[in-house]
């Protein structure tokens, strides 16, 4: 396989570290995904000099983020833990302190939108199958790294992110005690067994010989116990159900203590291989839940039912764990469990991934390698020429392609090119990131674009506003037609009307009767000047004879968020941008400014049925390349758009917001751009738009 240049966040998440990840930005091949963990993370040798590792199992972690297909949570999580000085990737563990820098990277990334203040998200842990809710400092709807709250084992102070576990017990194994016991005793040695956010392998410091104060370091350089640790942890995983645990992660063994009173207990975390310098989240929750409940090894004097406050005590301080316990006795159950932790975005560039890190040296590896790997390589390599590509094009393409989105991250626009890429980068056999470039209604993107090297890496998702609204409305630096090759069309959007649901408006006429009674007291939200949502509310104020101050963002997604809120009142953003937020009941639909009702909305009237004739704004979407790509690769492309186009689950994504998936050659997309040219500026001059 070809070497990999990848998007990566870099992040110190609670204590530990690694590279973040969206999903679509690596191989989906997980064979091939797991070899570029290894080698992003530098994982052959004990130092990772080769990586971003830092030798440490700490530092050797790895997230991977996307939108949920879970029902009620908005993000899935999945975490790697990658060897040091060996090539493996463990996804069973979950781990917590990373889980910190989720939401941080998902608002950056445009996942997910933030709310003033804080925001809370509901993230699925792919790994446990468990939920987490997750709060976030984001005042003035931006995530704030900066803040006072302290963490034992990080220097400095941030913000504080809460982490609320809520059915992480037994989500690996399957029960809280897998062993069907609170206590298990292998060897002569009494031990817990248990699955709390993280299946967890308790032992008493006493029966060892320790105090539980040991320092990691004088653990780790005791031999025999390491030894003698690692064969009671290879026991408990045959007794938890896990089978053969020699070459995985877990369960973690733990050292238990004392602590210094009734409501705190000491622990010693290892990796499994090496103490730990502080403490695990997840380890953490594992801990104070078996203090909390009776009957196991590390159980403390103080048994109640209800919310209580239970300090892990780690070779680095400490961490406060909120145990909600009902019930008592043997009947004792863990409901939930919350902690403080915080994160730091540190880096944000690409990751070069070298070729050889996908074929692994025959000395010392599995053979079955070859058997289990060659096939996927195979696989990817076939993808990256499409077999039908002219002679001059196959070398194309052997680098990562850039789609530059003219809005932000987060909007419809944004959502419709990421589901896109994902697809299309697969087919292509090459990493495909999103370069989202808001401002000037879309006009600074449309530049850069414009002025790119046409070689096919630069792609621009161009729509209505970019080539065909904005250029008819001002003097622009780029020319629509000429400083472009049409790729393909994508599809349509139609534009709704919609309103603050708070507002006491139930339809157009009562909209109407309000904006001529108050015109003073109303605004309406578009995505800048020069855009479908400005050009359909000055129509239809023009057409509806009513006064409507307008109020430009730089993109569907802020104006969406501020008519949410209740900043602006009203907007027409396209059915695809809109429509989450109208099946949610954060905004109330009152029209299809189209031709037709639509399917997904059945009961909302179009503004013509409403009394408002004259303002039908359908939103398009589609793939533009510099002037001067070869055509060959403008073929090849278009060709691959349409095959992704017709992917059953790309469909069905885009029509889940509401628009039309509708495939072109190139030459139909072009004349479509110019024959929308033509309409808005007729429209320009009749309504007597300006950019101001």
């Not at 576990?165 to 989500?171: K, M, N, P, S, V």
């Not at 023009?542 to 430009?552: F, K």
């Not at 953003?573 to 099946?583: D, E, G, L, N, R």
């Amino acid at each position: 396989m070809q070497a990999l240049t990848i998007p990566c966040f870099l992040m110190r998440a609670g204590t530990s570290r690694g590279p973040f990840f969206l999903r679509e930005w690596l191989p989906e091949n997980e064979d091939l995904r797991d070899q570029a963990l290894i080698g992003a993370i530098g994982a052959s040798d004990l130092l990772q000099v080769d990586g971003v590792g830092g030798g440490s199992s700490l530092t050797s972690k790895v997230a991977i983020v996307s939108r949920s297909r879970e029902p009620g949570c908005a993000l899935d999580y999945l975490f790697a833990q990658v060897g040091v000085g060996q090539r493996s990737v463990d996804t069973r563990p979950n781990c917590g302190n990373m889980l910190a820098g989720v939401v941080p990277f998902a608002l950056e990334q445009g996942l997910i939108e933030a709310d003033e203040g804080e925001t809370t998200v509901r993230v699925f842990n792919v790994n446990t199958r468990s939920r987490i809710d997750v709060t976030v400092q984001t005042p003035q709807r931006r995530i704030r790294y900066e803040g006072l709250t302290s963490i034992d084992g990080v220097a400095g102070t941030a913000a504080p992110i809460k982490l609320e576990f809520l059915d992480a017990w037994g989500a690996v194994t399957g029960a809280v005690f897998p062993s069907g016991r609170r206590i298990d005793r292998i060897d002569g040695i009494e031990m817990t067994c248990i699955d709390a956010a993280m299946p967890l392998m308790l032992v008493r410091a006493a029966d060892l010989g320790l105090s539980g104060r040991e320092s990691p370091a004088e653990l780790d350089a005791d031999l025999p116990l390491l030894e003698r640790l690692e064969a009671l942890r290879r026991a408990a995983g045959e007794l938890m159900g896990l089978g053969d645990v020699s070459t995985s992660v877990i369960p973690k063994p733990v050292i238990v203590s004392p602590g210094d009173d009734e409501h705190s207990i000491r622990s010693r975390y290892f990796t499994p291989r090496r103490c730990h310098a502080s403490h695990a989240v997840t380890g953490a929750i594992g801990v104070a839940a078996a203090f909390a409940l009776p009957g196991t090894v590390a159980s403390g004097a103080l048994q109640r039912s209800g919310s209580r406050g239970i300090a892990v005590l780690h070779p680095q301080g400490r961490i406060e764990v909120e145990v909600e316990l009902a019930g008592s006795g043997e009947l004792a159950q863990i409901q939930r469990a919350a902690l403080l932790r915080t994160a730091r975005k540190i880096l944000q560039g690409q990751l070069h991934i070298p070729d050889y890190v996908f074929s692994r040296p025959t000395q010392g590896d599995d053979p079955m390698f070859k058997q289990a790997i060659a096939p996927a390589l195979k696989a990817v390599t076939l993808a990256a020429t499409l077999a039908t590509a002219a002679p001059a094009a196959q070398a194309y393409p052997d680098k990562t392609i850039t789609i530059v989105v003219p809005t932000a991250a987060g909007g419809g626009n944004d959502a419709m090119a990421r589901s896109i890429a994902q697809k299309l980068g697969t087919l292509l056999g090459q990493t495909i990131i999103i370069d989202n470039r808001a401002g000037a209604t879309g006009s600074i993107a449309s530049e850069y674009v414009a002025r790119a090297t046409p070689d096919g890496y630069t792609l621009f998702f161009g729509y209505i506003a970019t080539h065909g609204m904005n250029p008819v409305l001002q003097k622009l630096r780029y020319d629509p037609v000429a400083d472009f090759e049409p790729i393909g069309l994508v599809g349509y959007s139609p534009t709704l009307l919609v309103a603050n649901p708070k507002l006491p408006i139930k339809d157009v006429k009562e909209m109407l009767a309000q904006l001529k009674a108050k015109p003073e007291a109303y605004f309406y939200a578009s995505a800048g000047n020069g855009t479908a949502p400005h050009f359909a509310a000055e129509l239809f104020k023009l057409n509806a004879g009513v006064s409507m101050a307008g109020v430009p963002y730089k993109g569907s997604a802020p104006a969406v968020t501020d008519t949410v809120a209740g900043q602006t009142q009203f907007m027409f953003p396209s059915v695809f941008t809109a429509y989450p937020h109208v099946k949610s009941g954060k905004l109330r639909a009152l029209a299809v400014a189209g031709p037709k009702r639509l399917a997904a909305l059945p009961d909302v009237p179009t503004l013509k049925e409403s009394g408002i004739d004259g303002v039908e704004v359908q939103q398009w979407y589609g793939f533009f390349a510099p002037a001067k790509t070869p055509r060959p690769i403008i073929e090849q492309l278009n060709k691959a758009l349409n095959q992704v186009l017709a992917d059953k689950d790309t469909i069905k994504r885009i029509e889940d917001h509401g628009a039309d998936v509708e495939t072109s050659t190139p030459e139909q997309f072009g004349a479509l751009v110019k024959s929308e040219l033509a309409k808005w500026k007729r429209v320009v001059v009749q309504a007597k738009l300006s950019a101001d």
